[in-house]
């Protein structure tokens, strides 16, 4: 397929943690040891936004080159290249599947559900859906935070909700398949200038945040059929 036409067709991408680390997708290495994987990125056009963690088996997992969930600029230029990097990249998260937690009372945070496994969620910043919702969402929060310091989230939920309600996606809690909720959604950029205003920092005006919603694909990687989605889905973005 062209990869023009590979960027316009998926939205997003949703691949349990185990199997990219067993067999990582295109333009990604893993070196898998006891207890322990390394994950690098060799392609420009993949961008990672992941801190290291410890998956539920208890391996521990790093990023060599990651910018990590939140990433910070300090002038306009370097939010500029970022921009234009995150419009035009595969990005890559880590999510988390977690249990329900029923209760009784109303709360305006919901209490968070142990976890019971980890997603890569991917999404194709050169999908023109994509890119376009990013760009109203960057650009709105520029506009209004001129001279201020500000972090800008944005949030998944909503596509990881449709997709579950969709698919009735479940995930195994012991022997058990549940259908999960999903907590660590999101992505942020946190511009923080010597020149910035601190005032509205301080007091949350300038904390900002915006909804990316699109359709998601489930992969898998595992026989070949599956590999060939996958491959297929990162061929825009690896020359």
């Not at 500029?80 to 329900?100: F, G, Q």
């Not at 972090?151 to 995930?171: H, P, R, S, Y």
Request: charged share 25%; net charge positive; hydrophobic share 40%.
């Amino acid at each position: 397929m062209d990869p023009t036409m590979a960027a316009a067709k998926f939205d997003m991408g949703l691949m349990a943690i185990e199997d990219f680390l067993r067999t990582p997708p295109p333009g990604i290495k893993t070196e898998n040891q006891n207890g322990r994987s390394t994950v690098t990125c060799f392609s420009d056009t993949i961008c990672l936004m992941m801190d290291d963690f410890v998956a539920i088996s208890g391996r521990r997992v790093t990023f060599k080159n990651s910018f990590g969930r939140v990433t910070q600029v300090k002038t306009i230029l370097e939010y500029a290249e970022l921009r234009k990097k995150l419009l035009s990249s595969l990005i890559l998260i880590l999510v988390a599947a977690c249990e329900k937690v029923t209760d009784g009372k109303r709360k305006k945070k919901p209490k968070e559900g142990k976890v019971l496994r980890h997603f890569v969620l991917m999404i194709n910043g050169k999908n023109p859906r994509i890119r376009f919702k990013m760009e109203q969402g960057l650009n709105s929060v520029l506009s209004s935070v001129t001279c201020e310091n500000y972090t800008v989230k944005i949030d998944l939920m909503d596509a990881l909700v449709k997709f579950t309600e969709d698919t009735q996606f479940t995930v195994l809690d012991g022997s058990q398949s549940v259908i999960p909720t999903w907590q660590s959604t999101t992505f942020s950029l946190d511009y923080d200038s010597d020149a910035g205003c601190e005032f509205a920092y301080w007091f949350g005006f300038s904390k900002r945040k915006f909804p990316l919603r699109g359709q998601i694909i489930h992969l898998k990687n595992k026989s070949s059929e599956e590999k060939q989605k996958v491959d297929e889905f990162f061929g825009a973005f690896i020359p």
